[in-house]
């Protein structure tokens, strides 16, 4: 597609659920991100794939979290035993490899744990 | 580890006036981005400014970066109301290794009639 999908754009869970969230990038970007925000503060830092490869995972929060992108192009977000905590809007990015490093965000998967 | 500064978090103002956001960051980079939010809505990008003394202007809006300063400005000329959104900086945090940016906790502008 032109731009960067995620689905679902909305996801309400129970505490203790298991969730994933998907994420398709622009055609032909190699580097795919995913993000969080919480209401009110800036984007944080996930992990960051190159390729198949988590080349930057510093940013999970726990082990709670993975992420896979097995084919190089749609990634994954899984979050196991969800926690109110979790609630926040999640963005999946991507850009060019060796780009002038402007990411490219899709509309984000707004995450609700109750 | 890199930290982004944006002030003021908030800023309210009148249609017709200028104002300038901030942007610091605390290590070394030269690669510096703006983004705009609207409520509910996703990152929009603004500027790309990758060398020190870097200055890009689209409409009202005008970006420059002080590597050596780390410091990053958006300027507003004669703010009109469709400019209120959230604006944020982020830095590249390995200098283009990665693309991997830390972003500021953004700028709410509001701009009144």
Not at chain 1, 41 to 63: C, H, K, R, V
Not at chain 1, 101 to 110: I, N, T, Y
């Amino acid at each position: 597609g032109a731009g960067v999908s995620q689905t679902p754009s909305n996801k309400v869970t129970e505490k203790g659920k298991y969730v994933e969230l998907r994420c398709d990038p622009i055609s032909g970007h190699t580097a795919l991100y995913w993000y969080r925000q919480s209401l009110g503060q800036g984007p944080e830092f996930l992990i960051y794939f190159q390729g198949t490869g988590a080349a930057d995972d510093s940013g999970l929060p726990n082990d709670r979290f993975f992420a896979v992108r097995p084919e190089g192009s749609v990634s994954t977000l899984k979050i196991q035993r969800t926690e109110r905590g979790d609630s926040a809007v999640y963005l999946c990015a991507s850009s060019l490899f060796r780009s002038t490093g402007e990411l490219f965000f899709g509309e984000g998967s707004r995450l609700t744990v109750l | 580890e890199l930290k982004v500064e944006q002030n003021p978090l908030f800023l309210s103002m009148q249609e017709g006036k200028n104002y300038t956001i901030y942007c610091n960051y605390s290590t070394t980079s030269d690669r510096l981005y703006w983004y705009r939010q609207d409520p509910g809505k996703s990152l929009e990008s603004l500027f790309v400014l990758l060398s020190n003394g870097a200055v890009k202007q689209e409409g009202r809006l005008m970006a420059s970066l002080d590597t050596k300063a780390r410091l990053s400005t958006l300027h507003i000329t004669a703010a009109v109301h469709d400019l209120s959104a959230t604006y944020f900086c982020a830095v590249d945090s390995r200098g283009g290794a990665t693309n991997k940016l830390i972003f500021g906790t953004g700028t709410l502008l509001a701009v009144q009639p």
